[in-house]
């Protein structure tokens, strides 16, 4: 009985995972560096992606996460390491499309078959009207410390005056 209860559980986490889709579009690829030799199986890899923050126009985060090779990563069973890290800019006027909570989900996506997810979240540093991305890794049982942090300086762009995150931000 009580292993039909995990599984049941295992089974609920899957579907919950599964049905909440990430918030950001599918990121964008702009290259892959193999960084081990497996001689009939992918290589172990590093790869860089972009991704536009859906809710503020004007900034692009791009991370670097390890993809692993082997038979688990041929067939995409592999659990993928914690280890990402993260980058953002502004790449032109910034304006907010909806106002956002501190800590909102930008992007998500899962590193392994069921139970981990890579996250990247947003905040405002009110004080200096900087927004600030956090990447990390959550798992259901035992998560990870493994961060990293990337900030924008909302700066005028074109002449114009410069938006501030506070007005953006939900009580």
């Known amino acids: 009985m009580r ?4 599984i049941l559980l295992g089974i609920g986490v899957f579907a919950l995972s599964a049905a909440s889709p990430a918030r950001a579009e599918e990121p964008d690829l702009i290259f892959r560096k193999s960084v081990d030799f497996k001689l009939l199986t992918p290589n172990d890899k590093l790869a860089t992606y972009g991704l536009d923050d859906p809710e503020v ?9 390890h993809e692993k090779g082997g038979v688990a990563g041929m ?67 035992e998560g990870s410390p493994q961060n990293s942090t990337s900030t924008v300086a909302i700066a005028p762009w074109g002449g114009g005056d410069s938006a501030r995150c506070a007005d953006a931000l939900k009580n």
């Open 75 to 141: 067939f995409g069973v592999a659990e993928q390491t914690s280890e990402v890290s993260l980058a953002c800019r502004q790449y032109g006027p910034i304006k907010f499309k909806e106002k956002f909570r501190q800590g909102d989900v930008v992007f998500s996506e899962r590193r392994s078959l069921v139970f981990k997810r890579m996250q990247i979240v947003r905040g405002c540093d009110v004080k200096r009207n900087v927004l600030v991305y956090m990447v990390y890794s959550d798992r259901l049982i």
């Open 57 to 65: 126009e004007g900034v692009a985060c791009y991370f670097t996460a």
């Open 3 to 6: 292993r039909c209860n995990i």
